[in-house]
């Protein structure tokens, strides 16, 4: 069956640095692209960045442009998501996925807390 389990949120102040971490099971890591989305309290879930598997092509949302980069390790079937320059408003429960931007498998989720 297919997994994703998250890992590496936590608290942070302003300024600082987390990486999640995402591993894989359950499915070929290498036929899809791997996605972290976040939710914040009392609004929607959105799509933070996408990667492609295959040629490692990304995309990130206007609000982490610049200070998030993810990436992968195939051989570990792993995806993660390095977040510097964290912000207040990053504070928000991240999420893993296969596909995007429309998921099929979503991960637990990991709490990330950006303090001021």
């Known amino acids: 069956d297919v997994q994703l389990q998250a890992s590496g949120g936590g608290l942070v102040q302003a300024g600082g640095s987390l990486r999640l971490s995402c591993v894989v099971s359950g499915f070929s890591f290498d036929d899809y692209n791997m996605g972290w989305f976040r939710q914040a309290p009392g609004k929607e879930r959105e799509g933070v960045s996408c990667?492609?598997?295959?040629?490692?092509?990304?995309y990130y949302s206007d609000s982490v442009k610049g200070r998030f980069t993810i990436s992968t390790d195939n051989a570990k079937n792993t995806v993660y998501l390095q977040m510097d320059s964290l912000k207040p408003e990053d504070t928000a429960v991240y999420y893993c996925?296969?596909?995007?931007?429309?998921?099929?498998?979503w991960g637990q989720g990991t709490q990330v807390t950006v303090s001021s």
């Open positions: 996925a296969r596909t995007c931007p429309q998921p099929d498998y």
């Open positions: 990667i492609s598997t295959i040629d490692g092509s990304t």
